[in-house]
């Protein structure tokens, strides 16, 4: 069965950690309410490899900064399209805190939706 994904990186100071798990908590909770299949957000633990571009370094990671891998998974693009119009009313999101006060950047946050290739 064909899924869709949507991912995000983003960095996020390693003093904001316990944080943003409150926030993303929160969020994956909204997602899951709405349809969402699974929400996941991965913290950086082996970022120091020696093969193509280390995630900190294509992320422009600060020192005292760690990377956050996350995504979230629908059915199809038009299921993601109709849970996140829910998502983005819900009043709890709004609620979830200024854009200016957040744990993150998010200007530096980058993501994008993608079609599943392969579902082993």
Same mark, same amino acid.
């Given at each position: 069965?064909?899924?869709?994904?949507?991912? /995000?990186?983003?960095?996020?100071?390693?003093?904001?950690?316990?944080?943003?798990?409150?926030?993303?908590?929160?969020? &994956?909770?909204?997602?899951?309410?709405?349809?969402?299949?699974? /929400?996941?957000?991965?913290?950086? #633990? #082996?970022?120091?490899?020696?093969?193509?571009? $280390? @995630?900190?370094?294509?992320?422009?990671?600060?020192?005292?900064?760690?990377?956050? @891998?996350? /995504?979230?998974? @629908?059915? +199809?693009?038009?299921?993601?399209?109709?849970?996140?119009?829910?998502?983005?009313?819900?009043?709890?999101?709004? #609620?979830? &805190?200024? $854009?200016?006060?957040? $744990? @993150?950047? +998010?200007?530096?946050?980058?993501?994008?939706?993608?079609?599943?290739?392969?579902?082993?």
């Amino acid at each position: 069965m064909a899924r869709y994904v949507d991912g /995000y990186v983003l960095p996020v100071p390693k003093k904001n950690i316990a944080a943003y798990r409150r926030l993303a908590q929160k969020a &994956g909770k909204i997602w899951r309410e709405h349809g969402a299949l699974d /929400y996941k957000e991965c913290i950086g #633990d #082996d970022l120091a490899i020696k093969m193509g571009v $280390p @995630f900190p370094r294509q992320m422009k990671a600060k020192p005292g900064e760690t990377v956050v @891998f996350a /995504y979230i998974v @629908f059915k +199809s693009r038009a299921h993601r399209d109709r849970v996140n119009a829910k998502v983005m009313k819900d009043p709890r999101l709004a #609620d979830m &805190g200024d $854009p200016k006060n957040m $744990p @993150f950047d +998010s200007k530096r946050m980058v993501y994008g939706g993608f079609n599943v290739l392969v579902d082993v």
